[in-house]
């Protein structure tokens, strides 16, 4: 049973437009939340939190949004640059669990010139 | 700045092999983590440790065994390497285990076990 989904496995979107990636969770116990950006054949970085006490938080270009009562979280870039096309893994665990992370599946970004 | 450090960064096994991927930190930090990620999936947790000399299980540990003698290095080892543990293998490190702490990532061994 996979607690932490990303349905859409890539995403295309054109420079300088709003990409918006997705994600939604089984468990109401998870209380914080977090993006995760990964080039290949590197490691994931860390991109930006929230946690369930807040409904977002904004990071520069990037902006997560938490909707509890839909047990769902979106990642919104703007403006989207070609530097930004990489994998996004969204991940959750509860406060206490801090780095024993639940990830979703990733969903590829393509931003194209 | 060296961060976490992994090696190999590549490795091919035969069934039955065994095998240690080596991770180091020289960020100071008390907790350490060991993910795997199959293809088109997420990274799933496979031990951790809240310092030296404390290790747990995380969500897939079967086949796996880890140890920590110190607080810059986490050792993952496969005893008898099995076609499923063909995977990319990350380590991790964070200076807590509570609350936003986000984790820092090694650049990944990639194993395959034929």
């Known amino acids: 049973d996979q607690q932490v989904k990303q349905n859409s496995p890539s995403l295309s979107v054109q420079e300088g437009r709003i990409s918006i990636l997705n994600c939604d969770y089984t468990n109401s116990m998870f209380d914080y939340f977090l993006w995760y950006k990964k080039y290949p054949a590197e490691g994931p970085t860390f991109l930006i939190s929230?946690?369930?006490?807040?409904d977002k938080n904004e990071d520069g270009r990037f902006t997560v949004f938490l909707n509890k009562s839909a047990k769902h979280l979106s990642l919104h870039i703007v403006p989207s640059q070609p530097g930004d096309s990489a994998v996004y893994f969204c991940a959750a665990s509860t406060y206490n669990q801090g780095g024993k992370l639940i990830f979703g599946q990733g969903t590829e970004l393509s931003v194209k010139p | 700045n060296a961060g976490v450090t992994q090696t190999p960064k590549f490795r091919i096994l035969k069934i039955g092999q065994s095998m240690t991927l080596q991770c180091t930190q020289d960020m100071n930090h008390n907790y350490m983590y060991w993910y795997r990620q199959d293809p088109g999936m997420g990274l799933k947790l496979i031990y951790y440790?809240?310092?030296?000399?404390?290790?747990d299980k995380g969500e897939v540990p079967n086949g796996y065994n880890v140890s920590r003698s110190t607080t810059e290095d986490f050792p993952l080892r496969l005893e008898l390497a099995a076609p499923s543990q063909t995977s990319v293998y990350f380590c991790?490190?964070?200076?807590?285990?509570?609350?936003?702490?986000?984790?820092?990532f090694g650049e990944g061994s990639r194993l395959t076990v034929l």
């Open positions: 929230i946690s369930s006490i807040k």
């Open positions: 440790s809240v310092g030296a000399g404390i290790t």
């Open positions: 991790a490190s964070s200076p807590t285990s509570r609350g936003l702490g986000e984790l820092f």
